[in-house]
Structure formats: structure tokens, C-alpha cells
């Protein structure tokens, strides 16, 4: 025997006119002609595939945006590639003595290097 032992009942005994169950198919073919249920029908159908020709259209859309922006970032990669190799060449040793000319800059000759002998420091 299971857990509950009493059975559930299946009708109102207080409101019998609740006990017929109403289903969508008997509603439609008590109130509504065969013909408008053959137009609703069709219309439900058209509105249900113009719906996916739209959802269609829009993620082909996407999908062209998609790529296009994909190939914009390749670009900027590549482009970005160059403007490294360009920062490097300019920072190389060679280009700058070249440009040191051009700068009208003096070549350095004898560096002295003067350090202090004490390391006293002052008091107030």
C-alpha cells in the first residue's frame, strides 16, 4: 500500500458544472465555422513563416557583419605588425647616430666620471 491510502476524487460533487472538461478543439468547433478555422489556420501559418524568413534574414546579416569586422581586425593586426617593426627600426642604434646628424648633435669625447672622496654629510 502506498503512503496515502485515500484515492483523489475526480469530480465536484459541489459545483457539477464544473465537472466537464472544456478542450480547445470542442470550443472551436462549437462556436467557430469550418472556413474560419481554415483562415485562421493559414493565417497562423503565413505569420509563423514570415516570422522565420525575418529571424533568417537578421542572423544572415549578422553573420556578414560578423565577418567584415573579423577581417577589419586582421587589418588592424597586420597594420599594427608594421607600426612595431617601425617603433624598433627607429629605436635601433644605427638610426639614431643617423639621425644625430641631422639633429646637429655633437658626438660626446672624454667623460670624467667625478665622484667624492668623503662621504660626509652635513649636519644642521
Known amino acids: 500500500m502506498g503512503r496515502f491510502f ?20 470542442k470550443f472551436l468547433l462549437a462556436y467557430l465555422k469550418p472556413a474560419v478555422i481554415v483562415v485562421l489556420i493559414g493565417a497562423a501559418i503565413l ?14 546579416t549578422a553573420g556578414y557583419q560578423m565577418k567584415d569586422l573579423e577581417q ?11 607600426l612595431n617593426l617601425a617603433y ?9 647616430t643617423a639621425m644625430s646628424a641631422d639633429l646637429k648633435l655633437v658626438p660626446v669625447g ?3 666620471i667625478i665622484s667624492p672622496l668623503d662621504t660626509a654629510v652635513a649636519m644642521k
Not at 460533487?13 to 480547445?24: G, I
Not at 505569420?47 to 544572415?60: D, E, F, H
Open 110 to 112: 672624454n667623460v670624467e
Open 88 to 96: 624598433i627600426g627607429l629605436q635601433s642604434m644605427d638610426n639614431v
Open 47 to 60: 505569420g509563423l513563416g514570415s516570422l522565420y524568413l525575418v529571424q533568417t534574414n537578421v542572423n544572415a
Open 72 to 82: 577589419r581586425i586582421d587589418g588592424l593586426k597586420q597594420y599594427n605588425r608594421k
Open 6 to 25: 485515500w484515492k483523489k476524487e475526480k469530480s465536484n460533487h459541489h459545483f457539477p458544472e464544473l465537472n466537464t472538461k472544456k478542450s480547445l478543439g
